[in-house]
Every structure is written in structure tokens, then in C-alpha cells.
């Protein structure tokens, strides 16, 4: 069973961005926290909130799991040593929660996306989730169930008053 990372509002817990699309676009399976090994400028640029998840993905290459099109602005106060924004991350995972994840991923169809990243204990960790794309007709079934949920939410809050 994959381990989860429940964001909370725990103090050790600092949650630095979130990916607002993936819950839209995917159907979330299942979700993994896994470490991101980080220059020093990244992991500042970091606690200044500067990052974005929008339109990256996680693959397995070689035996390890990288994180692709993540963008971590520079950070402004560093030297002419800053990291570069786009760059591939590795992303660090027990051995056999990588094995599960070749597997999945080259015979199921999956894909794995990054949800959030944020900090726990001082350590920057991502939490990936590993999901199926949803089709157009997925996404307003979707819409449709979350506006029907609203609406009965609304009545049965008008009906208590």
C-alpha cells in the first residue's frame, strides 16, 4: 500500500504550492510523498512560495523517478551560481514503491502528477499522485456531480434555517 501525505495543518507541515488542474484533469488512484533532492537556491526560492506545478509530471528513467517541467524561479538574491528554473528533479523513493510504479505506469496507462509540494520536518517532499487522464465526457460528469452536490448542499441548508 502506497504511503499517503496528508497535508494538514500541522505545524511541522508547510505546504509551498498546490496543482489545481490535476484533480480536473485526472482521476487520482493513488498518492505517494517522495523527497526532491535540491540545490540551495531552489530550496529558497522554495520557502519564498516561488514554484509552479502547472504541467509537470513525474517518469521513471533508469531505475529512478524524476520530476519534469516543474518551475522553481530563481531566486533573487543568489549569485551568478542560481539554479536553472526548468531543470529535471530526482525524486527520492524507496526501491520498491519505484518497482510498483514501472509497473503501473508501463501496463496500465497511468501517469504520475505531482499535486503539491511542501515542506514536513524542514525537508521539501512532494506528494505525487498516480492517475488515469479523464476524457472530455469524464470532466463535465464531473462538473455536473459537483454542481448537483452544491445545489443539494444549498437546499438542505435553506431547509435547516
Known sequence: MPRTAPVSADAAVRLVTTNRRAPHDYEILATFEAGVVLSGTEVKALRAAAANLKDSYAAVDRGEVFLYNAHISAYEPGTRHNHEPDRARK?????????????RTQQQGLTLVP???????????????LARGKKRFDKRESIARRDAN????RAMSERRR
Open 91 to 103: 525524486l527520492l523513493l524507496h526501491k520498491s514503491e519505484i518497482r510498483r510504479l514501472i509497473g
Open 115 to 129: 499535486l503539491r509540494i511542501y515542506f514536513r520536518q524542514g525537508r521539501a517532499k512532494v506528494e505525487l499522485a
Open 150 to 153: 452544491r445545489d443539494l448542499e
